[in-house]
């Protein structure tokens, strides 16, 4: 059974620190990861899709490894800003026939201070 | 619409009370998800429709739970008899591809109190 798991699960840093969150999974059989953001009271957005052939994914200050044979995926924020604070989910879809769901991660909830 | 749209945004229900969720998807998206939130956790999957067949509904907690997307597009999720343990958020996400994978975009969710 594929269990997602985020450490750390709160994180506090100053404005314009360089940060990683990390994202572990125990099979490694899977189609693709997302990481996503959530704002209090709000939904997910998606932020990175690495599709499993992929290494990593980048888009502005993000950027976003996996490394499947480990079950391991880094979320790199680069001069971490306010408004970057939020909770940062990390989200995976395995391959077993007839599974179709994202099976996600409790999420790492980061505070930017000003 | 620009995004996944869901109603109501909140509801209060009275224990033992049947509710119905909704869920309008991005237009032309194949794939649906349903998934409950219970605060401070991250999203756990409910069911999965590829257009209006249910694929996967393997994380329905129990037979007082009901998802159906009809004509491929609309989604509702009822539960019927509410207790308390249902109190959460239920979020619906869309995708435009199947079981290959796309970027999945989410609803705002509906956020349920049962009392």
């Known amino acids: 059974k594929q269990e997602v798991t985020q450490i750390p699960a709160a994180l506090s840093v100053p404005e314009g620190e360089n940060l990683v969150l990390n994202c572990s999974f125990t099979?490694?059989?899977?189609?693709?990861l997302q990481w996503f953001r959530q704002d209090p009271g709000k939904g997910l957005t998606s932020l990175l899709l690495?599709?499993?052939?992929?290494r990593e994914q980048t888009s502005g200050r993000l950027n976003a490894s996996l490394d499947k044979s480990s079950g391991r995926s880094t979320l790199y924020i680069a001069a971490s800003q306010p408004g970057d604070s939020a909770t940062y989910l990390c989200a995976v879809r395995g391959t077993t026939s007839g599974t179709y769901k994202y099976i996600f991660g409790t999420g790492t909830r980061l505070k930017v201070l000003a | 619409g620009a995004g996944v749209s869901q109603s109501p945004r909140y509801k209060v229900a009275k224990r033992g009370q049947d509710v119905a969720l909704r869920c309008d998807p991005i237009s032309g998206h194949v794939s649906l998800f349903w998934y409950q939130q219970a605060l401070g956790q991250g999203p756990e999957f409910l069911t999965y429709?590829?257009?209006?067949?249910?694929?996967?509904k393997s994380g329905l907690p129990s037979d007082r739970f009901f998802a159906e997307r009809p004509e491929g597009s609309v989604s509702t999720l009822k539960i019927q008899r509410t207790q308390q343990e249902d109190s959460a958020v239920y979020l619906c996400?869309?995708?435009?591809?199947?079981?290959?994978?796309?970027?999945?975009?989410f609803g705002e969710g509906s956020w349920l109190t049962v009392v």
């Open positions: 996400a869309s995708s435009s591809q199947g079981i290959s994978g796309n970027t999945i975009y």
């Open positions: 099979d490694s059989a899977i189609y693709n």
């Open positions: 690495i599709q499993s052939s992929q």
């Open positions: 429709f590829q257009n209006e067949a249910q694929l996967d």
